[in-house]
T-cell receptor, first 114, second 116 residues
Framework: GESVGLHLPTLSVQEGDNSIINCAYSNSASDYFIWYKQESGKGPQFIIDIRSNMDKRQGQRVTVLLNKTVKHLSLQIAATQPGDSAVYFC?????????????FGQGTILTVHP | DAGVIQSPRHEVTEMGQEVTLRCKPI?????LFWYRQTMMRGLELLIYFNNNVPIDDSGMPEDRFSAKMPNASFSTLKIQPSEPRDSAVYFCASRLGGSLPNYGYTFGSGTRLTVV
């Protein structure tokens, strides 16, 4: 029969626009969150992280926002460039008895048009 | 540092054969993770080690899968016997433990396994 894969959310933007990628996480005990970028044929690459005692953190052209009330994470990319085209994953590090366990969301495909 | 090193990069094997994937973590990192990535299920955590000891193997799909970490610089993931549904990209990652903010998970380039 025909196999059905994950239907990843997609985001298409024009070069120079700002991009916002969203993620819902699952474990209220998670204490640390990471955004990864994965290009075709490569492993996930670290972008930015945030601890659970923060609600915002900024990097170079990227900002991560954390809303623990609704277990939501977002990644903002300023002045998006064609080289930003990739799949973006959020990951959460479990706290408590599963300390150190890093699990991933399903990913979002970002396509940047020149 | 050369980063997390995985071998082989590609592996094609016949159903029923044993497959061994290898990983060398970053020196000094005391956590090591094995993930599997497929179109069907995304990135799944299979097992992770802390100081060479398996902490959580609840993601290992079945008894055909086993993982070892005989020392701090080497880990293997073995599938015996392999099946076509095991075809996937397998990633190894490592990180430095300790209290925040010294986290940093680094991934290898992955092993693309095809079982025919």
């Amino acid at each position: 029969g025909e196999s059905v894969g994950l239907h990843l959310p997609t985001l298409s933007v024009q070069e120079g626009d700002n991009s916002i990628i969203n993620c819902a996480y699952s474990n209220s005990a998670s204490d640390y969150f990471i955004w990864y970028k994965q290009e075709s044929g490569k492993g996930p690459q670290f972008i930015i992280d945030i601890r659970s005692n923060m609600d915002k953190r900024q990097g170079q052209r990227v900002t991560v926002l954390l809303n623990k009330t609704v277990k939501h994470l977002s990644l903002q990319i300023a002045a998006t460039q064609p080289g930003d085209s990739a799949v973006y994953f959020c990951a959460e590090n479990y706290g408590g008895t599963s300390y150190g366990k890093l699990t991933f969301g399903q990913g979002t495909i970002l396509t940047v048009h020149p | 540092d050369a980063g997390v090193i995985q071998s082989p990069r590609h592996e094609v094997t016949e159903m029923g054969q044993e497959v061994t994937l290898r990983c060398k973590p970053i020196s000094g990192h005391d956590y090591l993770f094995w993930y599997r990535q497929t179109m069907m299920r995304g990135l799944e955590l299979l097992i992770y080690f802390n100081n060479n000891v398996p902490i959580d193997d609840s993601g290992m799909p079945e008894d055909r899968f086993s993982a070892k970490m005989p020392n701090a610089s080497f880990s293997t993931l073995k599938i015996q016997p392999s099946e076509p549904r095991d075809s996937a990209v397998y990633f190894c990652a490592s990180r430095l433990g300790g209290s925040l903010p010294n986290y940093g998970y680094t991934f290898g380039s992955g092993t693309r396994l095809t079982v025919v």
